[in-house]
Every structure is written in structure tokens, then in C-alpha cells.
């Protein structure tokens, strides 16, 4: 079946340093690959999304290009702030079905 | 255009009680999904629903839960006689149904169920 790893957080790292998450997939067919955002207490807010091979989705400074030769869609951002502090999880759609596989999720903490 | 609304935000339930969760989809959208997290752990899928169907209800439990997506009205998600085990958040999800793996999901604040 279908699964989503990601690294293992927590990460923690300082103002202005560059992050990557990585996250790997294992899909039947060609998946649509998405970054959802959960800041704390509240929902999950999508970040950002590729629906083909070497897309490369961007919002708020991150990106994350689908790279199907190495079933990956890393995230990365030349720069975080505090306010990037949150939990992202890496999810994937994959053929007819609408269920969205996530992943476990990385906790992104980020200090002055 | 509002987002996906749930509400309660909050629900305390004593164990044997029954738990109703409900999700409003974002306006235009037909397509609803409920999924669970437990806690320090990823969102899992329970069931996908459009308008009075039951599409695919393959993560959800077979005893004490149920879904329905009535023709007016909200979507509820039904859990009776809640056990401990059943403290999580669910989110609702909803789609305007374009079909396929490009239908993008957008995602509701949850509802934080404790039961005591």
C-alpha cells in the first residue's frame, strides 16, 4: 500500500539557518505530493503541493520539488523565523482513491 | 468563502457516552473525509463520504463509529459508547470533487475529543 516517511524531529534550529525535511514515498501510479502545516492547537493548513514529476511547489519561502527518480519531495527553506515553528507532515494522493496518506510528521522548532 | 468549520472545537464525553463531531465543508465543496490523530502521531484516514453515499469507509472501525453526509446539513461523525482509547483529534476534510489525485484537500480546526 501506499506510505510516507519523513525524518524524525524534533528539529531545532536557529533564526535565519536553512531547513530540509526529508520525506520519501512509496505510491501505486503517479501521486500528488503535499505539505500540510499544523501550528499549535489548531488544524492543518496545506503549504504547499506537486501533482507531476519535477513540479515544484513553493508558498511562504518553502519548497519541495517531486522528484520521481528518487521518490522524494523534500521540503526546504533558505530561511526560517520563529514563526515557522509548527509540525509539517508530508501526505500524498495517489490514483482514483481520495484518501490522503500522511506521514508521522516533523516538529520544526525554531530559536532566536 | 469560509473554511471547512467542526465544532465542537472541544469535547469532554464520559466513557459509555456517545460522541457527535461535525464538519461543514467549505461552500461548493461535495466531497467530505474524516481522519484521526492520535496523539504524537500522523493523521490517519477513516472515511470518505459525498452527499448521502458512503464512498470508502475502509479506516474506520467496524464497532461504535459511524458517518453520514445527509443531503442538507452537516456531516456528523458518530462514536457511541466511547471508550478511552477513543481521546484523539479528528479532522474533517473537504473537496470540491474534482475527481482524481489532484483534488486538494482543505482541512477543518478539529475537534479534540477527551473521554474521562
Known amino acids: 500500500g501506499d506510505s510516507v516517511t519523513q525524518m524524525e524531529g524534533p528539529v531545532t534550529l536557529s533564526e535565519e539557518a536553512f531547513l530540509t525535511i526529508n520525506c520519501t514515498y512509496t505510491?501505486?501510479?503517479?501521486?500528488?505530493l503535499f505539505w500540510y502545516v499544523q501550528y499549535p492547537g489548531e488544524g492543518l493548513q496545506l503549504l504547499l503541493k506537486?501533482?507531476?514529476?519535477?513540479d515544484k511547489g513553493s508558498n511562504k519561502g518553502f519548497e519541495a520539488t517531486y522528484r520521481k527518480e528518487t521518490t522524494s519531495f523534500h521540503l526546504e527553506k533558505g530561511s526560517v523565523q520563529v514563526s515557522d515553528s509548527a509540525v509539517y507532515f508530508c501526505?500524498?494522493?495517489?490514483?482514483?482513491?481520495?484518501?490522503?496518506?500522511f506521514g508521522t510528521g516533523t516538529k520544526l522548532q525554531v530559536i532566536p | 468563502n469560509a473554511g471547512v468549520m467542526q465544532n465542537p472545537r472541544h469535547l469532554v464525553r464520559r466513557r459509555g457516552q456517545e460522541a457527535r463531531l461535525r464538519c461543514s465543508p467549505m461552500?461548493?465543496?461535495?466531497?467530505v473525509y474524516w481522519y484521526r490523530q492520535l496523539p504524537e502521531e500522523g493523521l490517519k484516514f477513516m472515511v470518505y463520504?459525498?452527499?448521502?453515499?458512503?464512498?470508502?469507509e475502509s479506516g474506520m472501525p467496524k464497532e461504535r463509529f459511524s458517518a453520514e453526509f445527509p443531503k442538507e446539513g452537516p456531516s456528523i461523525l458518530r462514536i457511541q459508547q466511547v471508550v478511552r482509547g477513543d481521546s484523539a483529534a479528528y479532522f474533517c476534510?473537504?473537496?470540491?470533487?474534482?475527481?482524481?489525485?489532484?483534488?486538494?484537500?482543505?482541512f477543518g480546526p478539529g475537534t479534540r475529543l477527551t473521554v474521562l
Open positions: 476534510a473537504s473537496s470540491p470533487g474534482q475527481g482524481g489525485s489532484t483534488d486538494t484537500q482543505y
Open positions: 506537486a501533482t507531476k514529476a519535477d
Open positions: 461552500k461548493g465543496h461535495s466531497h
Open positions: 505510491a501505486t501510479g503517479y501521486p500528488s
Open positions: 501526505a500524498l494522493v495517489s490514483g482514483g482513491y481520495q484518501k490522503v496518506t
Open positions: 463520504l459525498q452527499k448521502e453515499n458512503i464512498i470508502d
